[in-house]
């Protein structure tokens, strides 16, 4: 089925530890985004990539880096894994980086630091 | 800078009755307003937007939404409320320079059988 691949699903990490969160996209889709959803806080934006090539910073991009490695891909690295980086993580690619094109989510990453 | 409200964190209906969620929104110039629904353990769906035209717009599963500019208001809508519906829902918005969606906190939705 086409759309927002995410792995893994789950993850448990111990402070201090990194890891890769891995998204790719089938849609042939121009931009991605990295959110995280928090309990009362909503969908954060850390990174986004609005083309192949460029990356930018979201809301909340503090401990976090990412690539686009290719058009269908792109992935968010913990360095080094906090608690207050326990969160759901979501991935998303849309058409354009434009005003009428709506996002399609991965189904999510769910991390715990422990 | 864009923001999104949700004034409600839940709200609860019986089914069968009609249903609001709330959302008020601040741009600059005109917004591009979106909700998207989430189930258990799920992904983020889309719902419904609006761009530009009518204010009323339809969506799936029978929802709608009504974009209301002078009380900077974009509060979702269904005639009848169905078990199925519980879920979380949120607002989301952008504005004219193309920048990246920002969305409310959420409002989870109970529909009582």
């Known amino acids: 089925n086409a759309g927002v691949t995410q792995t893994p699903k789950f993850q448990v990490l111990k402070t201090g530890q990194s890891m890769t969160l891995q998204c790719a996209q089938d849609?042939?889709?121009?931009?991605m985004y990295w959110y995280r959803q928090d309990p009362g806080m909503g969908l954060r934006l850390i990174y986004y990539s609005a083309s192949e090539g460029t990356t930018d910073k979201g809301e909340v991009p503090n401990g976090y880096n990412v690539s686009r490695l290719n058009k269908r891909e792109f992935s968010l690295r913990l360095e080094s894994a906090a608690p207050s980086q326990t969160s759901v993580y979501f991935c998303a690619s849309s058409e354009e980086q434009g005003r009428s094109y709506g996002y399609t989510f991965g189904s999510g990453t769910r991390l715990t630091v422990v | 800078a864009q923001s999104v409200a949700q004034p409600e964190d839940q709200v609860k209906v019986a089914e069968g009755n009609p249903l609001t969620v709330k959302c008020t929104y601040s741009v600059s110039g005109n917004p591009y307003l979106f909700w998207y629904v989430q189930y258990p353990n799920r992904g983020l769906q889309f719902l419904l937007k609006y761009i530009t035209g009518d204010n009323l717009v339809k969506g799936s599963y029978g929802f709608e939404a009504e974009f209301n500019k002078s009380q900077t208001s974009f509060h979702l809508k269904k005639p009848s409320a169905l078990v199925s519906d519980s879920a979380l829902y949120f607002c989301?918005?952008?504005?004219?320079?193309?920048?990246?969606?920002?969305f409310g906190k959420g409002t989870r939705l109970s529909v009582i059988a």
């Open positions: 989301a918005v952008r504005d004219y320079r193309n920048t990246p969606l920002v």
């Open positions: 849609m042939n889709h121009n931009s």
